[in-house]
């Protein structure tokens, strides 16, 4: 049951948080696949044993992980003790889509697939209705690769500290549909961004699992 796109809805969806925070300083923005000097790799944060890393190398995050998504959305890690958000006015309107949440409500990922429109499209229409917003600060945007998948990447925070990282990222089995992953956090849980590595799509889920059930 995957959900086709109306572009006046989903822009009017994507942008309510229904959440604040103490105003906190900037935090770095993920690299858009520039190359990297020496001195940069010599700040790269140590990996624990077990931990993941983001595709930039930027962020780690090492404790307990837990999975989420679905065969119309993908799939992903996220933080232990993450809860399903259960807004009505999303799950009626994107059937599809799964957002889930820290006890603080503030930090929040969303998992999303839409049909009939690429991402380059999507990732536009993001970009402007990110620019309409007058709270939105520091929007830039970058041309990357996210847990191997081509995608394009939006950054900005809000004036009461959230951040925002957004991943429009093509549907490798069609370049018609397009992936939808975004992370708000505060300055405290930037690491949660590591966790977009895990990202997997449908097919590449399914494969990952026959191959561990034949282990």
């Known amino acids: 049951m995957k959900n086709k796109l109306k572009i006046a809805i989903f822009i009017i969806m994507l942008f309510c948080t229904g959440c604040s925070a103490e105003k906190k300083d ?7 696949n520039q190359s990297i000097e020496s001195t940069e790799e010599a700040t ?3 990996v624990p044993e077990g931990a993941i890393v983001d595709e930039s190398g930027d962020f780690v995050y090492a404790g307990k992980l837990q999975p989420i998504g679905n065969d119309e959305t993908g799939y ?3 933080p232990l003790g993450y809860t399903e ?8 309107t994107f059937s599809g889509m799964v957002q889930y949440c820290d006890a603080t409500g503030v930090n929040m990922i969303t998992l999303g697939h839409y049909e009939d429109i690429s991402y380059q499209v999507l990732a536009e229409n993001r970009r402007y209705a ?7 600060e520091g929007l830039s945007g970058a041309i990357v690769t996210v847990a191997g998948y081509s995608a394009l990447q939006l950054y900005c925070h809000h ?15 069609n370049s018609e549909n397009c992936y939808f992953m975004e992370f708000e ?9 590591a966790c977009s590595s895990t990202f997997q799509t449908i097919q590449d889920y399914k494969k990952s699992q026959a191959v561990s059930q034949e282990k």
């Open 44 to 46: 790269k944060p140590e």
């Open 130 to 136: 990110l620019e309409e917003q007058e709270e939105i």
């Open 26 to 32: 900037n935090i770095s923005v993920l690299n858009s």
């Open 185 to 193: 956090f505060d300055a405290d849980h930037q690491n949660i961004l």
């Open 159 to 173: 004036t009461d500290g959230i951040f925002f990282t957004t991943w429009i990222i093509e549907d490798p089995k």
């Open 85 to 92: 958000v259960q807004s009505e006015d999303v799950l009626s």
């Open 76 to 78: 992903m890690q996220v």
